[in-house]
């Protein structure tokens, strides 16, 4: 466990460089574990023959990456090598994992970092947050490890106790020592508060309010602080598991300022924290120096994409401020996100996908949608190219959960440029999972025939809203992760992260299918969620499994307009009908047919025209005014064409009569025309017809 010990004078430290300085600090900063650092010591003993794996667990804020430094410092001073890997800024997959070692040792080619290793004295290699890598545990274990040098040492840091498989292995059962991490013993806790400088009366209210648990001792450190060897008034604990919760909460009330607040709480909001985002989300041009601040806090920690809270505080701080200030909380949100949402929109690939992520991470803490997230392993698993040797393993998934009718589908479409695959990987090895969708204006009659589902969703389209021109049409066809299936988990973190991305980077994008789920009543909330309707009519059975299609049609609520809909609801809008200015309203062939023939009959009503749903459509709105005039100008504009064929003579005469320049009813309509009413009410319902088409063809196609 580490503190704030005061500083030595410069007169006191003679000649001696800055390295010896830090060494200095780190000891006279860490108290207890010293059971944990004799044995390692004898670990490093000349001679000794024992583990080879020290594998350190226990819970958040109880001090791993502590001990993992005050380690690394008994390295140092035994003259070994120490090599320190941060498992959180490393993707888990080996030839990321290689690119971290490299990195810390100062080489870049693949095969050099294990060279590089063996040529160092003692190398010792420390890994913190292992639970990061399980992924990679299989391979570190059987592969990675065992090509270590024999006289190399390896110290894991993480949540978890090590996988059962350690334990099975007979050889790892002799090589590996586990130690689980426990609160500081009250001597320990008290010489952290003494070297910490909190005052001695305090100490035995200290350790009864913290129970020596070294993130509650240090965040009660800070409040001491802030209030100059006093606790906070009115400050009382409870022995509960929410001690760190309400040291926080106090320590809240007593940052430097305003703006410092502010910065904290965006800093709990947001996945990763950087000066970008704080300049973005505060606005003003202190964002360095809150940054700053931020970076020397005791439960802040960094990485490669910025910095973070610890778990814990993470959680109390954003749940302060959105129980305390719902509004601040709510204008916070929107602001962050849309830095997020900005990122994403100017980036591409993992890059994006990563920037995607952050914003799915803003779900979290909405109580409706945070179980259809596997937030354990959010951020372990990651979207790559499909391989070759991928294909057996997705084909083997498939058969396993949905059939072999279904399995053969995804062998038809895994090779037609329509359809787009993507791995979901977690280390090194087969999938996890994967998902594949298919861009159906590029599939052809005969897939469509082969494929009920395609042939479903996309005759869905043609009747309630075909594309246009330069349009896409888009079903996410295939889905699932290798054990949990269509449960939350991974792969499923990895695909609603990748939607994002889809509906960002997919230009004309008009309907949107996610047509693989077969458990309609668990997804249900979820799609209605993010606005995506239950298209019915569209469902299909392949195999004996009925899958579930929903739909939206980005030409109605655009993607923009859609990711800001999303921002509302994660903080608890309801999820109702969107809200804003009206989108463009794409109507179905029936839909558009029945406005029509309401447009005709109020030609001459501008006050019931302008209620018309076709203002709201392309038709009217390709015209640049959106007005009841504009309407009217069309539908006569359609009328007129009926002029062009003599055979819709008798058809025009009719329409003219009845709409244009009506008679007082269509009984005298017929008279004046000189037909039989029957003739007549037919050859009004050719012209309206024709009009109908007319205007559709523009609808559909533009002018």
Known sequence: MT???????????????????????????FVGRTGELELFRTALTPGESG??????????GIGKTTLLGALAEAAEEANATAVRLDARTIEPSPPAFYAA???????????????????????ILFIDTYEQLMPLDNWLREEFL???????????????????????????????????????????????????????????????MTHGHPLALSL?????????????????????????????????????????????EACAHARFTTEDLLRTALGGDDAHELFGWLRGLSFIEEDQYGVFPHDVARDVLDADLRWRDRASYADLHRRVRRHLVEQARRTTGLEQHRWSADIIFLHRNNPLMRSFWDWETFGQAFPDELRDEDRAPILAMTRRHQGVEQAELVAH?????????????????????????????????????????????????????????????????FFMDREAYQKPSASNNVITARHVQHVLTSPGLSWDFIACFEDAAFWEPFFAYIDYHRAHEAEYDIGGHHYAVYAHDFRRLGPL????????????????????????????????????????????????????????????????DSSADTLRT????????????????????????????????????????????????RQLARGVDRIIDWLWAREVHGP
Request: proline share 10%.
């Open 3 to 29: 503190s704030r010990g005061k500083s030595t004078p410069a007169a006191e430290l003679g000649a001696i460089t800055v390295a010896d300085r830090l060494r200095q600090a780190r000891r006279r900063r």
């Open 413 to 477: 479409w895994v090779e037609h440029p329509a359809a787009k695959f993507v791995a979901f990987r977690a280390g090194a090895g087969d999938p996890i999972g994967y998902a594949g969708e298919i861009n159906l204006e590029q599939a052809g009659e005969s897939d469509l025939a082969a494929d009920p589902a395609a042939a479903a969703i996309w005759e869905y389209a043609q009747r309630h809203g075909p594309p246009r021109p330069g349009e896409t049409v888009y079903a996410a066809r």
């Open 220 to 264: 009660l450190v800070d409040v001491v602080e802030q209030h100059r060897g006093a606790l906070a008034p009115g400050l009382s604990l409870q022995e509960t598991p929410d001690v760190v919760r309400v040291l926080l909460e106090h320590f809240v009330e007593w940052v430097p300022s305003p703006r410092h607040r502010e910065a904290l």
């Open 146 to 208: 065992p090509a270590l040098p024999a006289d190399a040492l390896v110290v894991a840091a993480g949540r978890t106790p090590p996988s059962p498989q350690w334990a099975s292995d007979p050889g790892w059962g002799e090589l590996l020592r586990v130690v689980a991490l426990r609160n500081l013993q009250p001597d320990d806790a008290r010489a952290y508060l003494r070297a910490a400088g909190v005052p001695e009366d305090l100490h035995g209210r200290v350790l009864e």
């Open 51 to 60: 583990f080879a794996v020290l594998f350190v667990h226990g819970p958040g």
């Open 634 to 681: 069309l539908v006569l504009e359609a009328a007129e064409s009926l002029r062009a064929d003599p055979r819709d003579d008798r058809p025009f005469r009719a329409v003219d009569r009845t709409f244009l320049r009506p008679a007082a009813t269509q009984e005298r309509a017929a008279e004046v025309l000189g037909l039989p009413f029957t003739t007549y009410r």
């Open 101 to 123: 070692l490299g990195a810390a040792l100062g080489v870049s080619d693949r095969a050099a970092p294990l060279e590089s290793l063996a040529a160092r004295p003692r190398p």
């Open 561 to 624: 307009d859609w990711l800001e809909l999303m921002a509302d609801r994660e903080i608890g809008a309801p999820a109702g009908p969107p809200t804003g200015a009206d989108p463009e309203l794409v109507l179905s062939q029936p839909e558009f047919a029945h406005a029509v023939r309401a447009a005709l009959r109020s030609l001459h009503r501008p006050d019931r025209l302008a209620g018309n749903p076709l203002l709201r459509s392309r038709l009217v709105r390709d015209h640049g």
